[in-house]
């Protein structure tokens, strides 16, 4: 992912990466929450915002044709706030077992990671712009 000089193409992989968020969390994990520990309102609720991001994504991606750098940095504070959510909403929850830290441990590096990208390819814009 180090090559991903296309926004486009980025964003593309963000909506692509919400969707399976949103679908694992919303009929996979939601489903056999007490193997996770965490409540189906929580994880319904992070599934709705997963979902939104990958919508931001996507009308980005279909939408714009030149602003790519605000739309970057705006998707990866999203991505960002989604994981501090991510960490406050398991906080909170009282019988997380460690099938759940797992899953959502993993989840949070991969997020991070691309917003990192997504971070690291609207600088790398804005500075060819100049």
Do not use: Q
């Not at 990466?17 to 193997?35: E, P």
């Not at 602003?67 to 960490?87: D, E, G, M, Q, R």
Request: glycine fraction near 2%; charge should be positive; proline fraction near 2%.
């Amino acid at each position: 992912m180090n090559n991903i000089k296309n926004p486009k193409l980025l964003l593309l992989i963000d909506a692509f990466g919400a969707l399976v968020t949103t679908i694992l969390l919303f009929f996979v994990v939601r489903n056999y929450h007490h193997f996770f520990g965490i409540d189906p309102s929580k994880i319904t609720t992070l599934a709705i915002i997963a979902f939104l991001i990958c919508c931001y994504s996507m009308v980005c991606n279909f939408v714009n044709k030149k602003f790519w750098k605000p739309l970057l940095f705006i998707l990866a504070s999203f991505n960002l706030l989604y994981c501090l959510f991510t960490v406050v909403t398991l906080y909170s929850s009282t019988f997380l077992t460690i099938y759940g830290i797992l899953y959502f441990f993993v989840e949070i590096v991969i997020i991070s990671v691309l917003a990192l990208f997504e971070i690291k390819t609207a600088r790398r814009l804005h500075s060819s712009n100049k």
